[in-house]
């Protein structure tokens, strides 16, 4: 079966601070894989997604950035944070079609 | 962009009710998906739509694909406790097209369940 992994759990930074956050996906191969942000616990934002290694896809201009250095790694970073970047960020892959499976989540909080 | 409209935005019920929520979209989808998040989690798929009418059951969960294919409806029937959470609705970024494109997501529906 597939599992799909994020870490860490949750993360303090502050302002101006680099930021990694990591998803792995395992029990498939070629995966699409997907960063969302959630807001105040409503409504998700696709933020980049990926069909393949190295190849990202950005739905949002912003002071984010992705990366695919593996078949079922995906990372998120940022090399200076804002406030406005504090969220719960979600990690989700999928077959190809529609239907996404989503990780456990990140939570950001910068001061 | 697409926008999806969900309502209601919150439901307060006893258990043991039914509950019916709704999506809506100005432009036509030819895939539905339902999600629910419970707190600090990421969300789980509940039931995903394909086709125009289709009507999908998962337990106690039951789904509809709007016929104009530009709504669909999630029913749960006897809620019990462990229903709390908040329902996404969701479809394929680019209406009609593949799954790369990732999903576009309503607002979600905040169902409370009173003792």
């Known amino acids: 079966s597939q599992t799909i992994h994020q870490w860490p759990a949750t993360l303090v930074q502050p302002v101006g601070s680099p930021l990694s956050l990591e998803c792995t996906v395992e029990?498939?191969?070629?995966?699409?894989l997907y960063w969302y942000r959630q807001a105040a616990g409503r409504g998700l934002q696709l933020l980049f997604y990926?069909?393949?290694?190295?190849?990202i896809s950005s739905e949002v201009p912003q002071n984010l950035s992705a990366s695919r250095p593996q078949d079922r790694q995906f990372i998120l970073s940022s090399k200076k944070l804002l406030l406005s970047d504090s969220g719960f960020y979600l990690c989700?892959?999928?077959?190809?079609?529609?239907?996404?499976?989503f990780g456990p989540g990140t939570r950001l909080t910068v001061l | 962009g697409q926008q999806l409209n969900q309502s209601p935005q919150s439901m307060f019920i006893q258990e043991g009710e039914d509950v019916s929520m709704n999506c809506t979209s100005s432009?036509?989808?030819?895939?539905w998906l339902w999600y629910k998040q419970e707190p600090g989690e990421g969300p789980v798929l509940l039931i995903a739509?394909?086709?125009?009418?289709e009507l999908t059951s998962n337990g106690r969960l039951t789904a509809q694909f709007g016929i104009t294919r530009k709504d669909s409806f999630l029913n749960i029937s006897a809620s019990i406790p462990s229903d709390v959470g908040i329902y996404f609705c969701?479809?394929?970024?680019?209406?009609?097209?593949?799954?790369?494109?990732?999903?576009?997501f309503g607002k979600g529906t905040h169902l409370i369940i009173q003792p």
């Open positions: 989700a892959w999928s077959w190809g079609g529609n239907e996404q499976f």
């Open positions: 029990g498939t191969s070629n995966p699409n």
């Open positions: 990926s069909v393949g290694i190295g190849q």
């Open positions: 432009s036509i989808f030819n895939t």
């Open positions: 739509l394909y086709k125009a009418g």
């Open positions: 969701a479809g394929p970024s680019g209406g009609s097209g593949g799954g790369a494109d990732g999903l576009t």
